[in-house]
C-alpha cells in the first residue's frame, strides 16, 4: 500500500461505504482512469472487491481483510526494535 493514493480510497471505502470508480475519482479529485488502475492494483491485493449494478462497478473495502493487514504491520512494529 506505498501509493497514497491507494491509501485514501480504502479510507474513503471503509469510513462512505460502497462507491463507483466515478465517484471515488471525483472525490479525490484524480482521473477515472487513474482511480481504476488503483482499485484494480487494490482487488488484486484482496483489500476491495467489486460488484456490477448495471453498467457500473461498485466497489466496497474488505472489511476483515484491511483489519487483518492493520494487525499485522502493528505487530511487526512492535516487534521491529
Not at 25 to 45: M, P, V
Not at 49 to 63: D, L, N, P, T, W
Request: glycine content about 8%; aromatic content about 2%.
Amino acid at each position: 500500500m506505498g501509493q497514497e493514493t491507494r491509501l485514501s480510497i480504502v479510507r474513503k471505502l471503509l469510513d462512505g461505504g460502497p462507491r463507483s470508480v466515478n465517484a471515488l475519482a471525483e472525490e479525490l479529485d484524480i482521473l477515472q482512469n487513474g482511480a481504476s488502475t488503483h482499485l484494480t492494483i487494490l482487488a488484486r491485493a484482496g483489500l476491495v472487491v467489486a460488484e456490477r449494478r448495471g453498467s457500473q462497478r461498485i466497489y466496497h473495502a474488505r472489511r476483515e481483510t484491511v483489519e487483518y493487514l492493520i494487525g499485522v504491520l502493528e505487530n511487526m512494529l512492535r516487534h521491529a526494535d
